[in-house]
């Protein structure tokens, strides 16, 4: 049996590449919201993969666990550094520097949750603030607020008192029916907390702000999000209406939402390939294939979080 350390090392490996993999993809853009799972599958094991190989690596194991394990490293290593500079306080050197790394890594990563979760509430509560002096109802969108603006814009603020937002710049560009495609679009963002969804992936781009992949992983997170949305406004409207909506929108270049809202049209080529999907839709995937996925989701997370429980 292999020893956990390595099985852990393994799985915080095997998710950064599976990331990779998953990246370039193109079955997720058929079931969106399976690939969203396995993405948030893959998050949430490689933090908690590598903190516990790095936590694993250092301590040793002790009859309370990895965290009775790191307080008996810490001991010792106390101990064999005041008795000199030999190889024990060497090795006990080291694996104080692995645990201060686990623990610095599991730090980092609460805090940028909870930090990138602030600076939403923060932007989106000063957002509310200037809606309710600037904005206000029109027949046209009911149920949403209308801002006297001539680029054309259309987002979504989510939370307890969410809003969705439309641009009179938008009035004038769209018709009725693109109107109620792109109000069906941020409705559906609304109901399922897709802000949820994304908040942990901008939490990882605080933490890693040059790391190529965790951006293009929130990117890819974050089409998805908008085609998943697009499949549910799909249910009131159809495709043609809300595809004719993004381009007009997409085409003005003034899409973009503000800090802590989501946005019905984005950049250009996400714009494109929601569209491409709209107008020439593919199957979806296969209900055994989603279960699959589902099923490795699941496996990904369980598997570090049984060896950080019962392995140590």
Do not use: N
């Not at 993999?21 to 690939?35: D, E, I, K, Q, T």
């Not at 909870?114 to 600037?134: E, G, K, M, P, Q």
């Not at 029916?177 to 908040?199: F, G, I, P, Q, S």
Request: glycine share 8%; charged share 15%; net charge positive.
């Amino acid at each position: 049996m292999f020893p956990p350390v390595l099985v852990l090392a393994a799985v915080a490996g095997g998710t950064a590449l599976g990331a990779a993999v998953l990246a370039s993809a193109r079955w997720p853009h058929r079931s969106p919201g399976a690939a969203i799972l396995l993405w948030q599958a893959l998050g949430l094991s490689w933090g908690l993969a590598t903190v516990g190989a790095l936590a694993a690596l250092g301590a040793v194991p002790g009859r309370y666990g990895v965290a009775g394990g790191a307080l008996s490293s810490v001991s010792r290593a106390v101990r064999s550094a005041a008795l000199g500079f030999g190889p024990p306080a060497l090795i006990a050197a080291a694996r104080l520097v692995v645990l201060a790394a686990s623990a610095t890594l599991f730090a980092l990563l609460c805090w940028v949750l909870v930090a990138a979760s602030a600076a939403v509430l923060v932007a989106r509560r000063r957002h509310r603030v200037l809606l309710s002096l600037l904005a206000h109802g029109d027949p046209k969108v009911p149920g949403a607020l209308v801002v006297d603006h001539p680029a054309a814009a259309a987002y979504c603020v989510p939370g307890l008192r969410s809003r969705i937002v439309i641009s009179a710049g938008t009035l004038d560009l769209l018709d009725s029916a693109e109107l109620a495609a792109v109000l069906a679009h941020e409705r559906a963002h609304l109901r399922a907390r897709h802000d949820l969804v994304l908040l942990p992936f901008c939490a990882l781009g605080r933490a890693f702000p040059r790391a190529r992949l965790v951006h293009q992983a929130h990117a890819t997170v974050a089409l998805l999000v908008e085609m998943l949305a697009d499949d549910r406004a799909l249910r009131q409207r159809p495709a043609r209406e809300l595809a004719t909506a993004l381009l007009r929108v997409g085409a003005s270049g003034a899409g973009l939402a503000p800090s802590g809202a989501l946005a019905a049209a984005s950049a250009d080529a996400e714009v494109a390939a929601r569209v491409a999907r709209l107008l020439a839709p593919q199957a979806r995937l296969p209900l055994h294939v989603q279960a699959l996925v589902c099923c490795t989701a699941a496996l990904l997370v369980a598997i570090p979080v049984t060896l950080l429980l019962f392995s140590f």
